[in-house]
Each structure stands twice: as C-alpha cells, then as structure tokens.
C-alpha cells in the first residue's frame, strides 16, 4: 500500500511538508496545495515559493491545478515541467463555493459536455502526465457512472475518487459503491480518497 498526503489550503505549505517529512516518514508523494493559473501567464511571489525545482524538495511531490481554461492548464503545466515535476494533477474535488461558482473544481462536474471538451484539450497538449482528483458528482452519486464514462476516454495516469459528491462537503455520506464501481469499470489507475475507516484492501490517500 502506497500513502499519499492531500492538500490543505493554507495548511499544507512548503514548511509543513518539510517537518511533516522529517518527523512522520513514510508518505510516498505530496499533492501540492492547488495552484490557480491564469490569462497572466505568471507565477504570483507566493506560487513561486510553493513551487521550487523539484530536485530541492527531497520528497515526490505533484502541482495540482485548478482552472476551467485549458491554454491556463497547459501553461501552467510547462511551468511544472520546466521545474522537473513528474505529473500534474487536476482538481475536480473542491466544493468550496467561491470556486464552483466560477464552474471550477467540483463544479466542473455539473456540465459532462464541457468537461469532455476540456480534457480532450488538455491531454492532447499537456507537456506531462495528468492525474485526477474528482468527486462522484455535483448533487447525486447517480451522476459517476456517466463521469467515469467521460474520464475512461483519455489517459489518466492515475485517478484519484473522493467518494463523495460536492453537496456533502466533507461531511456527508461517503459512497463506496461509486469507488468499486470505479474499480470494476476505471481504464485508469485508482487512488481512494476519504474516510479510512470505509477503506479495505485498496490503496489510500
């Protein structure tokens, strides 16, 4: 089994995942806290910092990326490459309301048209592997058969499943028929993401 640390906004930093590392060994990759690019084309001072060359950090970590724009996505991900970043990964979880309003994070789940359309774009241009991080829906856990449909049309390095759907926030209901049914049917390589106690015999972050 492999253990993988999420991110926590405003949390997680650079400092805490240096101590993090020191005392509590034994994490295999750090999700970066999301970065959010835009038509500016520049890393902010505070991206930057969060950001270093990868072989500084002494430990696997992985940018993850919000946006709903796939030219923003792309840039940002050169930048990632450029820095000798293995991976990307694509924020499809968050359920924050400032973020789904603008159709980002989880709110991207809402409109399966869109999403297809953007992920065709970004993994014909990305400069690096993509993996996800999603949510089984935006209301319904009915909604992740149809997603899983979408996400089996393109090659995602590995496919992160928040049994959850964005109206229960992190509180509500986790749904681990969604997760098997993903194990049964995902082209993609799984990860669970939630409650460890609803977790047996599967890989954890």
Not at 155 to 168: E, F, G, K, M
Request: glycine letters at 6%; hydrophobic letters at 35%.
């Amino acid at each position: 089994m492999q253990y993988y640390f999420a991110p926590l906004e405003g949390i997680t930093d650079r400092i805490y995942r240096q101590l993090h590392r020191q005392f509590f060994p034994g994490i295999d990759r750090y999700y970066l806290p999301f970065l959010s690019p835009t038509v500016h084309r520049a890393l902010t001072p505070r991206e930057a910092k969060e950001l270093p060359p990868a072989h500084t950090l002494g430990y696997c970590a992985i940018p993850q990326l919000l946006t709903k724009n796939p030219q923003d996505f792309t840039w940002m991900a050169q930048q990632c490459a450029d820095l000798g970043y293995p991976e990307v990964n694509l924020n499809l979880g968050c359920p924050s309301g400032t973020v789904t309003a603008k159709q980002k994070g989880s709110g991207m789940l809402r409109d399966r048209d869109a999403l297809d359309s953007f992920l065709y774009e970004i993994y014909r241009d990305a400069p690096l592997p993509i993996s996800i991080k999603t949510r089984i829906g935006f209301t319904e856990p009915e909604e992740f058969p149809a997603l899983l449909e979408v996400f089996n049309r393109y090659p995602i390095c590995q496919l992160t499943v928040h049994p959850r759907v964005r109206a229960a926030f992190y509180k509500g209901p986790v749904h681990m028929e969604s997760f098997h049914l993903a194990v049964q049917n995902a082209k993609a390589p799984l990860c669970y993401n939630g409650d460890l106690g609803s977790l047996s015999q599967i890989d954890a972050i």
